[in-house]
């Protein structure tokens, strides 16, 4: 089930199944790996065939029956901004955007406490946060963003070969009206730009979860269909 390309590292593989995190009717079938060290270039070869990363562990859906979940990523030297998305660049004007390898920090974590309370109901604690965000084996940041000298979002974003994977995002709820998820996406595609990446990876899109199917709206992008990317129009 895993890449070529992983033969020669030392990975610890294995198959879990359980609810669907998206879609509550269904169950899931994952396979992951886990793996401390893994170079830039090899990640990237196994996301494009639909893996993805969460802290040290990497994985890729294998749902009997389903294949809702579709990796999907992002010209970023060929977008341009919408509209409403243009407007939501000056909206945030203010904004100072501070860029910095992942680290744990008091602040971030205490951020991202705050988002998941208040947007999921759930109270994570910092290990969680640690294993989820803060380890990772391949080249991370993390974009602190600030307005005056308060933190109002915190995204991670893997460096990688020739394109950037977007990692999570969380925000303070009090600045909801800055529409600062969509405003975090604009910027990595600006920061992609900046590095001469092409791509974005967006992780999953997800056409019948509207927390995960707004992400067609970001052009042009492709999507990866059984093994191909493949443009993904009207």
Known sequence: MYSSVLNHLDINDFLSQGPCPYLTSRKSLIYAFSVKKMPAAIYEAIINEGFRRNGFYFYQNFCPNCRACIPIRLDAQAFQPSKSQRRIMRKNEDVNIVRHPVSFDQEGFLLYRKYCSQRH?????????VRFLIDSPVPTEIMRYY???QLIGIGWVDILSNSLSSVYFAFDPEHSFRSLGVYSLLKEVQLCKKLKKRWLHLGFWIEEHQKMSYKRKYKPCQILNE????????
Do not use: K, P, V
């Open 121 to 129: 109901a759930s109270l994570e604690n910092r290990e969680d946060y």
């Open 147 to 149: 307005a005056g000298e």
């Open 227 to 234: 093994g191909m990317w493949l443009d993904l129009r009207e």
